[in-house]
């Protein structure tokens, strides 16, 4: 099993809709999550960091559920600028290691 | 942005040739990091250093040489490359927690996207 798995998508939308991915984790260890949004051939950019209770910024809300080892991303009002790849990413608790996920490919459509 | 940056933006070398990729970060981070990224392939941790010495070294091969020299600066020594390191390849940089081990969100450089002939 992959420590951390996303499904590759691609989701296609249509402007103004409501988008969800999910991403599990292996390891009940990790401390600390983030999601990162990548541009075709360009660096990963942090979009936000998930916190226990839950955290929106904007259109965007994160979630994460210890017990079932996953965390998710919504994208409210999606708009043609959202397109990209989401990456999920863990941090194992007292380790350098950040573990990423392959991607979600997002296609927001107009 | 300027956080991170990173040369050559593109390097094209032959499998004799040695070259350096550089890495500067201009956050006050305290851990960099080299990862490599192939398509289709999520992003693959090969060297982290903290305070300047070296944590991680995640079975790289020896034609990889990182180099920390201070806090700021990050390089990566190549010699001897194969066409299958042909990959993106990004700096990152990060706070450290106070307490060690693990860090805060990490920060990118834009890559050096490298082709080996």
């Known amino acids: 099993r992959k420590e951390v798995e996303q499904d590759p998508g691609p989701f296609n939308v249509p402007e103004g809709a409501t988008v969800a991915f999910n991403c599990t984790y292996s390891?009940?260890?990790?401390?600390?999550f983030f999601w990162y949004r990548q541009d075709c051939r360009k660096e990963p950019k942090l979009l936000m960091s998930?916190?226990?209770s839950g955290n929106e910024d904007g259109r965007f809300t994160a979630q994460l559920n210890r017990a079932s080892q996953y965390i998710s991303l919504l994208i409210r009002d999606s708009k043609l600028s959202d397109s990209a790849t989401y990456l999920c990413?863990?941090?194992?608790?007292?380790?350098?290691?950040?573990?990423f996920g392959t991607g979600t490919r997002l296609k927001v459509l107009a | 942005e300027t956080g991170v940056t990173q040369t050559p933006r593109h390097l094209v070398m032959g499998m004799t040739n040695k070259k350096s990729l550089k890495c500067e970060q201009h956050?006050?981070?305290?851990?960099m990091y080299w990862y490599k990224q192939s398509a289709k392939k999520p992003l693959e941790l090969m060297f982290v250093?903290?305070?300047?010495?070296?944590?991680e070294n995640n079975s790289v091969p020896s034609r990889f040489s990182p180099e920390c020299p201070n806090s700021s600066h990050l390089f990566l020594h190549l010699h001897t490359l194969q066409p299958e390191d042909s990959a993106l390849y990004l700096c990152?940089?990060?706070?450290?927690?106070?307490?060690?081990?693990?860090?805060?969100?990490?920060?990118f450089g834009p890559g050096t996207r490298l082709t080996v002939t």
């Open positions: 990152a940089s990060s706070q450290e927690f106070r307490s060690g081990g693990g860090s805060y969100e990490q920060y």
């Open positions: 390891n009940s260890a990790s401390q600390s």
């Open positions: 998930v916190y226990s």
């Open positions: 990413v863990v941090n194992m608790r007292g380790t350098y290691k950040y573990i």
């Open positions: 956050l006050g981070h305290n851990a």
């Open positions: 250093y903290s305070l300047e010495e070296r944590v």
